[in-house]
């Protein structure tokens, strides 16, 4: 348990460095979003093919595991756009709401994955990502669509093109299509992407801390915390009660449980900020989740092992 722990705290040091990094100036505000584009598109991109094309996703473990992500975070979309009435809300702060409660930063995730289960745990949880995307993305832009400040309208055409072109989906489906056609391992190909995996998990984590913001958190704090509750302790319960239900191991009920536990997306924030939500709450949902993931990712760890 303390090797666990050991390798989890890593990542969000790397968190805390990256905005320690923004918030000193050491490089110019400028230079941060080139940085995030570089690893969105490629270093990203480069980690998920190689995962997914030598990952065994045989056993049944990645299908119970995504299952139980995919799951959850239709329930809990569900959920939330039938208590949308209740909710004194204007329509740009429940897309940001909507988001915050099924979205989650996978620059957070995949660390605190290898840190527990390896290389086989990363390919699991590269194919729970592949499952994720597409999901997630329908789900936030048609809510942003209809309730954001914007409120204009967007053509199936349009919104397929907008989740197809999502580099991180393509790796996945790059990867999946490797794997499941069992291309071998091929020289001088599977190491440049190997080069760019490993670049891509530090570096992500120290971009997602340099995109860290407090400012909302204290005017807005009964709406954030609700948010970060269901984020940080009913999903994480949730999806690995379903993936429990669904048969998988060990292995995938704890990737279930520490996908559920991840942050929420640094990408929402641009999103809200393209589409007319409320890009400030956005940006202080993010900022508490990732605060309160460092505190609770040890604490499931231990329940879960301990179980």
Known sequence: MTALFAGVVPVFVLIAIGYGLRKSGFLPDAAWRPIEKLSIHLLYPGFLITAIWHADISGGGATAAGAAAVST?????????????????????????????????????????????????????????GAMIPVTNVLCVVVLVRWGADQ????????????????????????????????????????????????????????????????????????????SVVKLVITPFMMWGLCRLFGGSETAQGIALLCGAAPGAAASYILARQMGGDAPLMAGIVALTTVGSAAGIPLLLALFHLA
């Open 73 to 129: 975070a239709l329930i809990i979309a569900a959920i939330t756009l039938l208590v949308r009435p209740l909710l004194k809300l204007d329509g740009p702060a429940f897309t940001s709401v909507f988001q915050g409660v099924i979205r989650w930063n996978s620059f957070v995730f995949l660390p605190v994955i290898q840190a527990v289960y390896g290389a086989d745990g990363l390919a699991l949880a590269a194919v729970v990502i």
């Open 152 to 227: 204009r309208e967007m053509s199936a055409l349009s919104l397929g093109k907008a989740i197809v072109s999502n580099p991180l989906l393509v790796a996945c489906v790059i990867g999946l299509v490797l794997n499941l056609t069992g291309v071998p391992i091929i020289p001088g190909v599977s190491e440049t992407l190997e080069l760019l995996g490993g670049a891509a998990l530090p570096l992500g984590l120290i971009v997602a801390g340099a995109g860290l913001s407090f400012a909302q958190v204290a005017r807005r704090r009964i709406t954030i915390t609700a948010v």
